[in-house]
């Protein structure tokens, strides 16, 4: 394996662990401010037609998030079974190989294949979070802090 190979493959892997830093750093900020949230939203007094009107409101918005959610989570497992297929046709290549040179090419092209699916994948997850706790965020209102949770946060 030559060094090159060895700092894309720490390359890629630092990528994929980065991206996976961001989306548990967008999942706590998330959990923060639904938390808050929440805290509000039980802490405000208002009449019953107010709670209704604001549990209508996200309801309607949660089916259209889920929705538009789902439809993107069922391309990306589109992809990932295209991908998974091409990995699968390059092992089969690679047990194929006539020499052991010829081998050892075909095995460094499939790990890169394999390293190159792992960031795409790490990347896609990461932003298909974002993309959630950016729908989410337009649930958690913009107020005054209130509680002793934001004076501590």
Not at 27 to 39: C, G, H, V
């Amino acid at each position: 394996m030559t060094d090159k190979s060895k700092a894309k493959r720490y390359e890629l892997f630092e990528q994929a662990m980065k991206n996976y830093e961001e989306a548990l750093q967008a999942s706590l900020k998330l959990q923060q401010e639904s938390a808050r949230w929440w805290m509000d939203l039980l802490t405000q007094t208002g009449s019953l037609q107010e709670w209704q009107a604001k549990l209508n409101e996200l309801s309607s918005n949660s089916v259209a998030t889920a929705q538009k959610s789902m439809e993107e989570n069922l391309k990306l497992i589109e992809q990932n079974s295209k991908t998974s297929l091409q990995l699968l046709k390059k092992a089969m290549d690679t047990a194929n190989a006539d020499t052991v040179p010829t081998a050892q090419v075909k095995l460094e092209e499939l790990w890169e294949a394999s390293l190159d699916a792992l960031r795409s994948n790490a990347k896609a997850v990461s932003q298909a979070n974002a993309k959630w706790v950016e729908s989410c965020m337009h649930f958690v209102p913009k107020s005054k802090p209130t509680t002793g949770m934001r004076a501590a946060a």
